[in-house]
């Protein structure tokens, strides 16, 4: 059985098809301001890298912010059940899956069978997604991968108290004024994200193992950051970006063993 | 949870009579002193049952469900916060307040023409910010007279002689002052006549929401809102006792005859505190999951006064004409209408959230919940205090639980979009689908 699972995040599409339980292929879009083009680009890339056409899929299921926006698909389902569908999938150990996109964060704890037991969004603020890690790259003008890796070269940890975005960004500037080396700045930024999301874990109950999936899961800062925050190890899936669209292709084929 | 059982709906009967009682108490106030009548203005909560025995003409405007008419007009909403904020008031007070205190900056009435200000304030304390509300009236309105009612003796079940006698001692130096303010002499039969209405029409309204245990759910808590408005409204007055009873008699006839609020029930919730009110559409959003809100300790307890009954389960508190109790006398009215009021679910967890969680929880055990949804409400400290440590309980007691941020009056803190993610997320949680594209 062939599904595929489309994830429409706030700046990324993500699609993933799958042949029963092997990927057979995955791509990525930026989202930009034509989602609907964007969607179609990602999901022409997908089908094409596997060699299918759309009448091969026997299920799709849409996952992410604007998953709405995808036309035919069978069903749509929210982040939070894609997240634990998919990382429970890798990982059948797994109870927590802590997924940070760009727009949101999240925390989810999964059952043995991968359904959502709890969970928890950071509520109306940058400050525990990728979008802040990105902001402040900016204001210290590197890309967001040096920003990562940066990180990890710290020799001091730097307190970061603001929590918006905006004031993290002028606290980011007085640092810099006050000669305080990059590579601390950049550890302070991660050190702040992960404060934020692991309050939302322990909102939801922090149980092991810890899933860390999402495009910010490929940054090594936030990872080094979320395991002294949670004071554990975390497991990171290859193409952790694709876990939400790999979760959505797995309840598609889900979906199509329901009806069959 | 129950399966995919449909069953039959009928609109309500009574439902315009509802409506239009609460559009003439609007008119009534607003046209009062064309009549001659007086005006008061005050919480939902005052002990509204004594100014009545100043006449059969006395007319009140209720602040929270006048606040919560404005936050539903969106555009009118914020034109008070921004009055307000001009003024130089914090965004982060009570929201109903802001709203409440923008209508009379800008001297707007929310049912047309000007706003009309009360002839005398009479209010009573219990939240924190019922004690500031109507002293910035006084602020802004200097000529009206107020006149508050320190309410917050402490949870119900620790009442003593002497934190009674402290309220009626107050309610009797009330009377004295509305004399005073008013220069009509008071009757003390419209008075008694006053406390047994309120008895009745509260407990009547507990006793609907008793109706609401059965599977399907007579009521919604959407619908269950315009109804429940008119004890905030009037619940002294007997048009609303009367109208409670002839709803009582509809809904006990409905669960007789199987019939449903939501025609798929298949998941009952509850919600908690108030909700953003210019987005109720969400409730509608439940229903095509199969979703039915069946109500809350708000929608039932901050009018509704209840009792454990027998068998151990929560009913409407019997009145004292139930009991054979007739009143006699001044003090003795003043008496009953304390002790009823001091009995209401919703002051007893001014004191603890443990005493919250508790009537949540057994809420949730009686009517058969397979879940909550928690609003964590901006707009509402007194409500909303305490309220993560009754998410913990009700985990703890076995119930999933969702929250969601936003704020009852103030749209600008509601974020719509992400609410609906969310709901999406907590109905997958208790394993529903969409049943309606």
Redesign the interface.
């Known amino acids: 059985m062939i599904t595929a699972g489309v994830d429409v995040g706030a700046k990324t599409i993500k699609v993933v098809v799958l042949d029963g339980e092997t990927t057979r292929a995955r791509a990525v879009a930026l989202g930009g301001l034509d989602t609907r083009s964007a969607l179609a680009q990602a999901f022409g890339e997908a089908l094409q890298a596997a060699g299918l056409g759309r009448s091969d899929l026997s299920g799709v299921v849409a996952t992410g912010?604007g998953r709405k926006l995808v036309e035919g698909a069978d069903?749509?389902?929210?982040?939070?059940?894609a997240a634990a569908r998919g990382a429970t999938f890798l990982f059948p150990t797994a109870r927590t899956a802590i997924d940070v996109g760009a727009e949101e964060g999240r925390a989810v704890r999964c059952t043995e069978g991968g359904?959502?037991?709890?969970?928890?969004?950071n509520?109306?603020c940058a400050a525990g997604a990728g979008t802040f890690a990105e902001a402040m790259a900016r204001a210290l003008q590197v890309d967001v991968e040096e920003l990562g890796r940066m990180s990890l070269r710290s020799t001091m940890a730097v307190p970061m108290n603001a929590q918006c975005t905006v004031f993290a960004e002028s606290e980011v500037i007085s640092l810099l004024h006050a000669k305080t080396p990059k590579e601390d700045i950049s550890r302070a930024v991660h050190d702040a994200i992960a404060s934020r999301i692991t309050s939302m874990v322990r909102k939801v109950g922090f149980q092991k193992d810890v899933v860390l999936i999402g495009g910010m899961a490929k940054n090594p800062g936030f990872v080094d950051a979320m395991k002294r925050s949670l004071e554990s190890e975390v497991l990171v899936p290859d193409g952790p970006e694709f876990i939400g669209a790999l979760g959505a292709a797995l309840l598609a084929a889900d979906r199509v063993e329901e009806r069959a | 949870m129950a399966g995919t059982t449909r069953y039959p709906t009928a609109p309500l009967k009574c439902w315009d009579k509802a409506k239009e009682l609460r559009k003439t108490y609007y008119e009534e106030y607003r046209t009062a002193h064309e009549r001659g009548a007086l005006r008061w203005g005050g919480g939902a909560w005052s002990l509204g049952a004594i100014p009545a025995g100043l006449g059969r003409d006395v007319c009140s405007l209720t602040s929270e469900p006048y606040a919560a008419s404005i936050a539903w007009d969106r555009k009118f909403s914020i034109e008070c916060m921004e009055a307000v904020e001009k003024r130089g008031y914090a965004r982060d007070l009570c929201s109903y307040m802001r709203n409440y205190w923008g209508s009379l900056l800008l001297d707007r009435y929310a049912f047309g023409g000007t706003f009309p200000k009360p002839d005398f304030i009479w209010q009573d304390h219990i939240c924190c910010s019922h004690a500031k509300w109507y002293q910035v009236v006084t602020d802004l309105e200097p000529e009206i007279p107020h006149f508050s009612i320190d309410v917050s003796v402490g949870p119900y079940r620790e009442l003593t002689e002497n934190r009674l006698a402290y309220v009626v001692a107050q309610m009797h130096e009330g009377i004295a002052w509305l004399e005073k303010v008013t220069g009509r002499s008071y009757d003390d039969g419209l008075l008694i006549e006053a406390v047994e209405n309120e008895c009745r029409s509260t407990s009547l309204w507990a006793e609907v929401c008793t109706l609401n245990k059965a599977v399907p759910a007579p009521l919604d808590e959407k619908s269950m809102y315009s109804l429940y408005v008119l004890g905030t409204l009037m619940k002294h007055d007997r048009r609303v006792a009367d109208f409670y009873a002839e709803l009582r008699d509809e809904v006990a006839d409905r669960v007789t005859r199987g019939i449903a609020a939501c025609g798929n029930e298949r998941c009952r919730v509850m919600s908690d505190t108030q909700p953003p009110w210019a987005f109720l559409d969400l409730f509608r959003y439940l229903e095509d999951f199969g979703c039915v809100s069946v109500g809350s300790l708000y929608t039932f307890g901050l009018i509704g006064v209840w009792e454990v009954k027998e068998d151990g389960a929560w009913g409407p508190r019997a009145t004292p004409k139930e009991k054979g109790i007739t009143l006699t006398d001044r003090d003795h009215a003043l008496r009953i209408l304390a002790d009823w009021n001091l009995s209401k679910p919703e002051w007893q967890h001014f004191y603890s959230p443990h005493l919250k969680s508790e009537m949540m929880i057994r809420i949730a055990r009686e009517w058969s919940l397979d879940g909550v949804m928690v609003h964590y409400n901006r707009g509402c400290e007194g409500l909303t205090i305490g309220i993560a440590e009754n998410r913990l309980a009700l985990?703890e007691a076995g119930f999933?639980?969702m929250?969601f941020?936003g704020n009852m009056g103030d749209e600008r803190e509601f974020?719509r979009g992400?609410t609906l993610?969310?709901i999406?997320?907590f109905m997958?949680?208790l394993g529903l689908?969409r049943i309606v594209a």
């Open positions: 912010a069903d749509l389902v929210s982040e939070v059940s359904k959502v037991d709890d969970s928890a969004v509520e109306k | 985990l999933p639980v929250t941020e974020d992400r993610a969310r999406d997320a997958e949680r689908r």
